[in-house]
Structures are given as C-alpha cells and as structure tokens.
C-alpha cells in the first residue's frame, strides 16, 4: 500500500478528479506542477506561486545536483526549506536534462557519466545516486525513476533498447528507495510512439510496482496529433488506482485532451518562459502583449482570476513593461499564466465532477480557436 492515498471522488468516461493525500497537504487532480527547476519558479516567490492556487511544484535533480549542489541543500536543511515551499514538492530524476543538455559521454547500463553544461565538470548518475540525490538529499515528497528518454522519431530498436534500460533502472530505483512512511516512488513508462513497447514498459513497471506512473518520451517534437494517439492508449494501461503524470506536457489544450484520456498531473516550463517573452495563455488562447493592439487595451487578462497579474493590470501597462523590457513585465505575464493553468485544472476537476467533459472540451477547443491570437 503507497504512503500516499489516492481517492478518486468522481470519473467522467476515462477522466478522473480526486485527490493525492502526502503529509505535506492535499495534491488536487488533474494537477498542474509549475517548474521550479533551480529550487525557484522562474521570475516568482512561492508566495507568489502559492497564490495562484497551485498544490505541488517541481524540482529539477540535474540542474540543483551541479548547483548549489544536492549536499549544500541537505546542509541548509532540505529543498522545501531552502526555497521556503511547505507544501508538496515532486523532483525528476534529472536523465532527461541529462540527454539533453549535457556533452553526454557514456550511457551503460551502470549509469549515466556526463559533462556539466555549467563548467563541463565530470559527473555520474546512476538509479542509485538518482534517489540518494532526491529522497535524501532533496529531501523531495515525490521522487522520480531514474530512465532514459529517446528524442523523436526513434526508431523501433533505439525505442526498444531505452524501454527497457529504463526497466530495469527502475527495478534498481525501487530497491534504492526502498519503503518510506513519508515521500512515494514513481515508475516511468517509456515506448516511444510503438504501442506494444509501451505495453511491455507498463507491465514489467507493474511487476516491479510503484506509487504511481508516469508517461514519458511524450513532448519531445511529436506534435499534438500523435501524443493524442499514444494517450489513447497508454494512461489505460496503468494502474487505475495511483496517480498517472505525464511528464513535460504542456499547451492548454494537450493538458484538456490527455485529461480526457485519463491524465492527472502534469508539469511544464510553458506557462513561466511564454511569460518571459511576453506571451499570455487566456481562454481564447495564447496573445503576445509586444503588439500594437494592446497599447490602449484597458482591460485585464483575466478579471476572473483572482490573483493582481491577471485581474488588477492592464493589458495596455503590460505592454508597455514588455516592451520597455521592464523586469515587472516578466513577473506579471509569468504570475498570470501559471494562475491560468492552476484555473484551467479546476474547471476540469469540476467538469469532471458534474459530468460534462466532452462539452468542456468542445467549448474549449472552439475559444482556443478564436481569431486574433497573437
């Protein structure tokens, strides 16, 4: 039995709403988990980030392993107390980072050794030293196999071998975990876009057994259309009662549609980096705040949405910020979008709960299709 209940209060077809009970508070499904990667949701305190109504962040293992360092963090008492988070925190494994933006000299079956993108310090992560660095170091709620993740398209043999390297990762990360009253351990599927690899990859996580299931190799370039059609089936292929997480994943509209396919939580760099560079997710999609038409805009992004970035500014003065190149700028639009998010996952869960999905995604299909996007 997982440290942590997972209670499923209401389903819609394949979509379910509950709720992820930890120790350190409620994680409310569908979830969305801003990306604190380097122990800070870019451009906005937790104070900040607690506001918009958000249950659960994440940590990134790669980049806090190179800096300040995973000891120095234990050494200041843990994650949550560096940053000054109290509520749940999920850290990944860092492999992804790893094989994207390292000078990756060796992946054997051992581990991971790689130069730091930093100062091009040498470095080795294995399954083990993934969980050391996580669970106690870290000090995470929810820790992450450590896997290996193909970039797309892969062929079949390449999707096959990283399939079931991250297998047997995984076999060695739940015996490095261990038992804990007090942080879970999740499994990660992998498979590509080949649905029998991603069958293989649930059964033997299965066998192995974790607190919950993440979906992996997904938002690497595949394009909406073919993440839909592997979240037709692989979600269904995990356990129905732990959570399913699918990683990296993204742009309102997938988070609607992999909802729909039976997702619960979700963490993406979207919502902080479109905000740096003067964009807004809104109800009818994305605008860019850069242009003209924004100049004398009185209106607010959002008056529903109870946080000052979205209810309280003008688009007019946050045009003017972002085109003044105003640091402001960036905190407001970044603020705004993650309240967004965090709004988006609760019309879901209530959605779900009134059982009226398939309408809410029609309707949010056709806003997000409106004219005058920017």
Request: proline share 5%; aromatic share 8%; hydrophobic share 40%.
């Amino acid at each position: 039995m997982s440290a942590f209940p997972f209670e499923i209060s209401a389903t819609d077809g394949a979509a379910r709403t509950g709720v992820l009970k930890t120790p350190r508070g409620d994680i409310r499904t569908p979830a969305f988990m801003p990306v604190g990667t380097a122990a800070t949701v870019k451009a906005l305190t937790v104070d900040q980030v607690r506001e918009t109504g958000a249950d659960i962040i994440l940590g990134n293992t790669y980049h806090l392993m190179l800096r300040p360092t995973a000891e120095r963090v234990k050494r200041l008492g843990g994650l949550h107390r560096f940053m000054r988070w109290d509520k749940p925190i999920l850290t990944d494994s860092g492999g992804f980072q790893v094989m994207s933006l390292s000078n990756i000299s060796k992946v054997k079956e051992e581990a991971v050794t790689f130069a730091s993108h930093i100062d091009g310090s040498k470095h080795v992560l294995s399954p083990e030293r993934s969980i050391e660095i996580q669970a106690d170091l870290l000090g995470s709620d929810i820790v992450m196999q450590l896997d290996e993740c193909v970039s797309w398209p892969a062929e079949e043999d390449r999707a096959r071998k990283a399939m079931e390297l991250s297998a047997r990762w995984g076999a060695r990360s739940k015996a490095a975990f261990g038992t804990r009253d007090t942080q879970v351990l999740f499994g990660i599927q992998q498979g590509s876009t080949f649905e029998h690899l991603r069958r293989e990859s649930s059964e033997r996580l299965i066998d192995t057994g974790f607190d919950g299931y993440a979906i992996g190799g997904l938002a690497v370039g595949e394009g909406h259309a073919a993440m839909c059609e592997v979240l037709d089936y692989a979600p269904g292929m995990l356990p129905a009662d732990r959570p399913r997480y699918l990683m990296g994943v993204g742009k309102p509209i997938d988070i609607v549609e992999a909802v729909a396919r039976g997702v619960d939580m979700f963490d993406c760099v979207l919502p902080t980096r479109s905000g740096r560079h003067g964009q807004a997710w809104t109800w009818s999609g994305s605008i860019n705040l850069k242009n003209a038409r924004f100049a004398e805009d009185e209106s607010p992004l959002d008056p529903d949405i109870p946080v000052p970035a979205s209810s309280a500014y003008s688009k007019a003065y946050l045009h003017h910020l972002v085109k003044a190149d105003e640091i402001l700028g960036q905190v407001l639009l970044s603020w705004h979008n993650i309240a967004f998010f965090q709004t988006l996952t609760a019309a879901l869960r209530a959605a779900i709960a009134e059982g009226r999905l398939d309408q809410f995604r029609k309707d949010f299909a056709a806003r997000q299709r409106v004219a005058g996007q920017g």
